[in-house]
């Protein structure tokens, strides 16, 4: 076995024996096949123009016994279904059985399916059925794309775990028929199983003692996911994080299930997951990534120390694109670097990993960015001063025309004649409070301390959600 195989097996062991107790592992497969545009498995009779009749050949249409004085008669090449097979298409790519059908073909080597027994019968294909340690696949069309695989290992030999690059590759050979392969807005989403029979979703509730480790786990996992994210890449380009929010949640929290990892139906979900299918053997780096994170699934808190970097910072861009525009500020790369050593393969130095996603954020670039935020915001500040001293005008002179409303009789607010109206007296009184009212408002005016970070977040695009360590 090669190094990356030996660790990912060991990975799964160690995860079998956590506190976590892993039975089985579920992956999602998402990609665009552009079905539509693939040709039925069956067509119009070319005999009967898919009409089901045909005239009469016996009486040409006068009306006979062989037609029941009808004319016309059942096709005889179609049997009167006005339908024969399309005898030029391979998989049936409008039926998703057959879809089914064509993957589960390719893994009967892998011994993880075989062919159906005669009169046998499967939900979810016609011709074959999985078989253990494969205890669960599925084929159906997704929102966001028109195919998708779901499929359930069992992980009692923690050496079933190699055999999913082969999964992965049965999958995209679909494309070979269609000659299409689309992943924009695709994603593999790997589910830790702690149900002694795979069962998923599970109705068991978990535990309270359950629970608290979810907690400790997601406080220690919050401030690691600037690692993970890029992990989560195999390349520089990386989805749009709609449905792989920078959050750790749980169903019991009434946390929507479109985060970056979710506890719930009985899996920890790691939705995090760009696909992987021109580099098949990535999933296993996955696994072994998921192995390290579960080192913070503890009944007793597990601390990281990545709160003496920060405990509360923005992060994340929701449009995708290049994963260095995830990582803009000194605390981004701080977290990264940090996290990386954590919960990286042994076998991947921080170098490697970044150079195979032309990662291209530094200390030096980072600091330029910043030297440019920081001028910005110092200028937008100025601004805000500016504006400030015009509010507090603005202020002063709704305070005098108020007074004016409330207090003299038949003038309108403002009018100069109501001013001249007043004493000496009256009008010091009247500025005094005025001033009053201004002084109270400039108490809400922002030291530039204060209003750097929303202006920060504002014109450095520096994260769409927050990370915070409660």
């Known amino acids: 076995m090669t190094t990356q195989q030996k660790e990912v097996v060991q990975a799964i062991q160690k995860m079998k024996d956590s506190e976590f107790g892993l039975t089985g592992v579920k992956v999602e497969l998402e990609a665009v096949f552009d079905r539509d545009s693939m040709p039925g498995s069956r067509i119009n009779c070319p005999t009967c123009e898919g009409n089901e009749y045909v005239p009469c050949t016996h009486c040409d249409r ?20 006005g339908e024969i097979a399309n005898e030029l298409v391979g998989t049936n790519f409008h039926d998703m059985s057959s879809i089914h059908d064509t993957i589960l073909e390719k893994l009967v080597p892998l011994g993880l399916a075989r062919p159906l027994e005669e ?42 775990v190699l055999l999913l690059p082969d999964i992965i590759r049965a999958f995209t050979s679909l494309s070979e028929e269609t000659g299409t392969l689309r992943v924009d807005d695709a994603g593999m989403h790997i589910s830790l199983l702690s149900h002694p029979n795979n069962v998923y979703p599970a109705d068991d509730d978990p535990t309270d003692d359950d629970y608290l480790r979810y907690s400790n786990f997601k406080k220690s996992m919050t401030l690691l996911l600037p690692a993970l994210y890029l992990l989560a890449t195999h390349s520089q380009s990386t989805r749009k994080l709609g449905y792989r929010r920078p959050y750790i949640g749980a169903n019991a929290h009434g946390d929507a299930h479109y985060n970056a990892i979710h506890y719930g139906y009985g899996a920890l979900e790691f939705r995090i997951f760009d696909t992987c299918y021109d580099n098949p053997e990535q999933i296993l780096d996955n696994l072994i990534v998921m192995s390290k994170c579960m080192k913070f699934w503890t009944f007793v808190y597990t601390r990281n120390f990545l709160d003496r970097v920060t405990k509360q910072i923005r992060f994340g861009y929701n449009g995708g694109g290049h994963i260095d525009k995830f990582y803009v500020l000194n605390e981004h790369l701080e977290l990264l670097n940090r996290g990386l050593k954590l919960i990286k393969p042994d076998y991947l130095s921080i170098a ?16 330029k ?8 915001v110092k200028n937008a ?10 509010d507090c005008v603005l202020v002063r002179n709704n305070y005098i025309n108020r007074y004016i409303h409330d207090n003299v009789e038949g003038h309108r607010p403002g009018e100069l004649s109501a001013i001249r109206s007043f004493s000496s007296k009256q009008l010091h009184e009247l500025e005094e409070r005025a001033e009053a009212e201004v002084k109270k408002f400039k108490r809400e005016k922002m030291k530039e301390k204060e209003y750097y970070p929303e202006a920060l977040k504002r014109l450095g695009n520096i994260g769409d959600y927050e990370l915070c360590v409660e």
Request: net charge negative; hydrophobic share 25%; with cysteine.
């Open 62 to 81: 006068e009306g006979c016994e062989e037609c029941d004085f009808d004319g016309d008669i059942e096709c005889p090449d179609c049997n009167g279904a």
């Open 119 to 160: 009169g046998g019968t499967s939900q979810y294909s016609h011709k074959y059925k999985v078989k253990y340690p494969m205890v669960h696949s599925h084929v159906y069309a997704d929102a966001t794309v028109d195919t998708e695989m779901t499929f359930t290992l069992s992980m009692e030999n923690p050496k079933t």
């Open 352 to 367: 490697q990993i970044k150079k195979a996603r032309n990662f291209t954020v530094t200390k030096q670039t980072v600091g």
């Open 369 to 376: 960015l910043n030297d440019e935020l920081k001028l910005k």
């Open 381 to 390: 500040y100025k601004e805000y001063e500016k504006r400030f001293q015009w």
